[in-house]
């Protein structure tokens, strides 16, 4: 039986019939819902892979890692959650198998279970609901929405749903959890027919694990019938109104209102019978309102090597909306591969860009196409912004066409090279564990006065994410600046370069820190939000 303070309310979100429905946006919106009525919100997100955390994840597989404030690198959602919440987590709140796995392992090898046999039931479901209560009840929230990766009936996650039965049941059926189940309504045929069969499917195998949904929102591409509606409520026994329908949505920014217009924030502060304030959308509505409504676009190239996968540059993407409803403007982003510019040159998206982008990334692969975007991207004065290696590439572009340092590059590319501009961070020398062990999470910048930086910031001292091995080698940091290459934010103890400036250019600024991830809704990055106003001079002057 697992104890949990009195009042703290639970939301489990889960997933039918396929995955990629936007449960990470559903949870985000019914958070915001609830936060605009005066309740206090906090989210989990629970990965049902065998990674400890998402930090050893290829991008390209499974979209953005996200960097939290204590380092933690963690799933995409919990940068939604974040930004949807305006709310700052922490590593807790990404539960893995991996991570539940490992803790009981060493509990066991501890001695904790002595004389037992250590079973996935009770001793891993244990695990799991002790790590969602802790970690809910130490935010002090009055709701926690815990949202279930993966499709229900996929095997992995089967314990994580075990657990949150039981919680149900444990903490008195009904009063305490309660269950949303996003599927999907696909449409057949020539009249465009909603078809709910998926639906009642996925319900049936919810109850078959004994979780009753109580709440269903149907992803579908137009809104439901109300005729469909009433199919779902009768087959699958949720009342009507809890029956909400979330078609394609103009933004994503829009999801809760569309949510909100039938019902399902009474629908939850009545069930769960919270004190709720009257409700105060109106700086978010105003905000996804600038998001659709632009007066003018303007375009910016994404030049990266997980440019397939839209999601693998999420925190980018999300930058560019808050930056955009600031501006008034829409930033159309065009993702250019990298290895398609090493090969062939300027890429004609790169040629009609009104700014460039060079996000984070490791490895070799169109590291050259990169050097060469941030070459073009100098010499022909279009605003710039590197982050992280794009801070990186524009060093090693600079050290040799400028400096004319003849195959001055990073020790991470070429362990050989003769001008080792970038290089390892002495900490990292020994470093021999991948997991977990870059430099990581928030760290203050101090910002140099006279810099675009510090006219962006609105401060000389920062803090910011990060998550990287290497560093402009401060052996150079001299030349450098003579040569123009100004480093503008720096480390507080002045050891590790931070912000590159270059003043003979409308904007050219990089970082080696990731302002994407604290990018939010009307507090948009001051990096991203200053390559669009340089963008919108370059293009209309
Ligand atoms: N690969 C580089 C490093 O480890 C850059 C990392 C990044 O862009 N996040 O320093």
């Not at 989990?44 to 690198?73: Q, R, S, W």
């Not at 949510?259 to 019978?273: P, V």
């Not at 090969?343 to 060469?372: C, Q, S, V, W, Y």
Request: proline fraction near 5%.
């Amino acid at each position: 039986m697992v104890e949990s303070r009195d009042g703290m309310k639970y939301i489990f979100v889960t997933g039918g019939v396929i995955s990629g429905l936007g449960k990470g946006i559903t949870s985000s919106s019914i958070g915001r819902l609830l936060k605009s009525r005066g309740i206090k919100v906090t989210a989990i997100k629970i990965d049902p892979y065998l990674n400890c955390d998402a930090g050893t994840m290829n991008p390209f597989e499974h979209g953005e890692v996200f960097v939290l404030d204590d380092g933690g690198e963690a799933d995409l959602d919990l940068g939604n959650y974040e930004r949807f919440l305006d709310v700052s987590l922490t590593s807790n709140h990404n539960i893995t198998t991996g991570k539940v796995y490992r803790l009981v392992i060493e509990k066991e090898r501890m001695g904790e279970y002595l004389g037992k046999t250590v079973q996935i039931i009770p001793h891993i479901t244990n695990e799991i609901k002790n790590q969602i209560i802790t970690v809910a009840e130490a935010t002090g929230a009055d709701v926690c929405i815990v949202e279930l990766g993966g499709t229900v009936g996929d095997i992995e996650s089967m314990p994580f749903l075990e657990a949150v039965r039981q919680m149900n049941t444990e903490m008195g059926k009904g009063e305490t959890c309660l269950f949303v189940h996003t599927t999907l309504v696909p449409v057949m045929g020539a009249v465009g027919e909603q078809k709910t069969k998926p639906t009642q499917h996925s319900v049936k195998e919810l109850r078959a694990i004994g979780i009753q949904p109580d709440i269903i929102v149907a992803r579908a591409k137009e809104p439901l019938e109300e005729s469909i509606k009433k199919k779902i409520s009768l087959f699958c026994d949720v009342p009507i109104e809890a029956v909400v329908s979330a078609p394609d949505a103009r933004s994503i920014y829009d999801v809760p209102m569309i949510l909100n217009d039938q019902g399902i924030t009474d629908f939850i502060i009545g069930r769960f019978k919270l004190n709720a304030k009257s409700q105060d959308l109106v700086d978010w509505k105003d905000f996804a309102h600038r998001i659709v409504n632009p007066n003018k676009t303007v375009r910016i190239a994404l030049v990266g090597k997980y440019t397939h996968l839209v999601d693998s540059y999420i925190s980018h993407v999300e930058a560019f909306h808050h930056a955009g409803a600031e501006a008034g403007t829409k930033v159309e982003l065009l993702f250019v591969d990298s290895e398609v510019v090493q090969h062939f040159g300027p890429t004609d998206e790169l040629l009609k860009a009104d700014g460039i982008l060079i996000p984070g990334g490791f490895g070799n692969r169109g590291i050259e196409g990169k050097i060469m975007a941030a070459g073009f991207a100098r010499e022909n004065k279009v605003p710039y912004l590197g982050v992280c290696l794009g801070f990186q590439i524009a060093t090693i572009e600079f050290a040799r066409n400028v400096m004319d340092f003849k195959g001055a590059n990073s020790t991470e590319f070429a362990p050989e090279t003769g001008y080792p501009v970038v290089d390892l961070l002495p900490e990292q020398k020994h470093v021999t564990k991948k997991g977990a062990s870059m430099r990581l999470g928030a760290q203050p910048v101090v910002v140099a006065e006279n810099s675009k930086a510090f006219q962006l910031y609105g401060s000389n001292l920062i803090m910011e994410r990060h998550r990287h091995r290497y560093e402009v080698n401060p052996k150079y940091i001299e030349e450098f600046e003579t040569a123009g290459w100004r480093f503008t934010g720096r480390s507080a103890d002045s050891v590790r370069m931070e912000i590159g400036e270059l003043d003979s250019h409308p904007y050219y600024v990089a970082c080696q820190f990731h302002p994407e991830f604290k990018s939010r809704p009307n507090k948009p990055s001051p990096l991203h939000l200053g390559l669009l106003k340089a963008a919108i001079k370059h293009r209309f002057g």
